[in-house]
């Protein structure tokens, strides 16, 4: 396996340190040269082309979890609509990797993918279990194996207090567990997570972190974005700061913070963006 460096996008290398952790054999979700161009309209019937993602190119492994982290506006969201094949790119593309095979088709795509969003809206008057009923019908699963995993889903997330009470009833956390649950439904190979313990309290917040530890060990490929730089430092193996839509950096938590002489990612954020002239916008 070659050593891969992390790189910033004013084309200054970090040095890695120690291999660079995806092989071919083990990618899970590739991203080539994703770009998405969004037209904004000025002042005067002016229309302006911004691009929201400019130029993305991303790998993640088997049993890897790797954090995408940046402002607000940087372009996560953007980027893991794309990933996820919600969001036609402008350019570019995404497939993923299942053994042998290697899958671009959307719909095919979509159905090894377990996609969380932000701001996801469930159905208040159902409960947890017959939300997951009602997804395990869709994706075409005998009602035995449904209830086989509503109850291994239930334990995963420790839901068993309120797996059966109506979604409107339960807490934030409760709530943002029910939402993640029905990503498990189906037993995805890849994770895909918008910002999953914003605004959680540290015990909900716990529970999620604790299930991408397991679900890595279990080998499944885990892409999140969090403003929480902490989290991401102590959670990720691998770390892509991106700003303006582009990468300004990725590599290793600890190689980053080695290289740079600092102590934290925040810290090394900090850095780059002074380095790069753009610590005006913070």
């Known amino acids: 396996m070659r050593t891969r460096k992390s790189r910033t996008v004013s084309g200054e290398v970090l040095k890695a340190g120690k291999e660079w952790k995806v092989k071919m054999s083990d990618t899970r979700i590739i991203a080539d040269g ?38 607000n506006g940087a372009g ?10 919600l969001m036609k790119p402008t350019q570019g593309t995404v497939r993923i990797r299942i053994g042998d095979r290697e899958i671009s088709d959307d719909t095919e795509v979509k159905r090894h993918i377990g996609y969380l969003s932000n701001n ?108 929480y730089m902490e989290e991401a430092e102590y959670l990720c193996d691998r770390i892509v700061m991106i700003h303006r839509g582009r990468i300004l950096c990725e590599g290793y938590p600890e190689t980053l913070k080695r290289e740079l002489g600092l102590n934290s990612l925040r810290d090394v954020f900090t850095q780059l963006i002074e380095k790069e002239g753009m610590a005006d916008e913070y």
Do not use: W
């Open 76 to 85: 996560k969201t953007t980027l893991l609509r794309m990933m996820s094949k």
């Open 120 to 227: 996801t809206k469930l159905y208040g008057r159902f409960s947890t279990a017959e939300l997951l009923r009602m997804l395990g019908a869709l994706y075409g699963m005998e009602k035995d194996a449904v209830e086989k995993k509503i109850a291994e889903i239930s334990g995963i997330l420790s839901m068993e207090d309120f797996m059966d009470n109506r979604i409107e009833k339960l807490s934030t956390g409760q709530t943002q567990r029910a939402s993640i649950s029905r990503c498990l439904i189906h037993d995805p190979a890849v994770y895909i997570f918008d910002e999953p313990t914003l605004g959680l309290d540290i015990i909900s917040s716990a529970a999620i972190i604790d299930f991408m530890k397991k679900e890595r060990g279990a080998g499944k490929t885990i892409l999140y974005s969090t403003h």
């Open 34 to 71: 994703l770009v998405k161009t969004f037209v904004k309209n000025e002042k005067k019937n002016r229309k302006t082309a911004v691009n929201a993602v400019d130029g993305i190119s991303l790998t993640v492994g088997a049993g890897e979890i790797v954090g995408i982290l940046g402002p």
